[in-house]
C-alpha cells in the first residue's frame, strides 16, 4: 500500500525482547468501480516488529511517503485491526498504490 506516515511512536520492545514502533499511515488514491472514478482514503493503525525496520520507518519521518507492504491482523483486544508492516520502499506520492507483483 503506497501510503504517507501520518504519526510516528516510540520504539518499545515484546515481552520476547524484540523492538516494536507504533505508528499510522495514510492512503489516498482513485481506482475505479463499476466503470466510474471512485476516491479511496484511510487511515490506518500499524506496527513494525524488529530493529532494522523500525529504525527504517523512523528514517522515514512523519509525512515521509513509502510502499508499505505487510498484513492486516486483529488488534490484541480484540477491537479493530492492524497493518503490520513487514517491508518498506521509501517513494513519493505519485508512485502507483499497487505494486509491481514481479
Known amino acids: 500500500m503506497q501510503a504517507q506516515l501520518l504519526e510516528l511512536g516510540l520504539i518499545r520492545y515484546t515481552p520476547a525482547g524484540q523492538a516494536a514502533l507504533d505508528f499510522s499511515l ?3 488514491s482513485q481506482v475505479t468501480e463499476a466503470g466510474r472514478p471512485r476516491r479511496v482514503s484511510l487511515e490506518i493503525k ?3 516488529i524488529g530493529s532494522e525496520l523500525c529504525k527504517r520507518v ?3 519521518g512523519v509525512g515521509g511517503h513509502a510502499l508499505f507492504e505487510g498484513f ?3 488488534m490484541r483486544n480484540g477491537r479493530g485491526t ?3 508492516v513487514t517491508e518498506l520502499t521509501p517513494g513519493s506520492a505519485a508512485t502507483s498504490s499497487v505494486a509491481n507483483p514481479d
Request: glycine share 0%.
Open 26 to 28: 495514510k492512503h489516498e
Open 46 to 48: 500499524s506496527v513494525a
Open 58 to 60: 523512523q528514517a522515514l
Open 72 to 74: 492486516i491482523a486483529a
Open 82 to 84: 492492524i497493518f503490520h
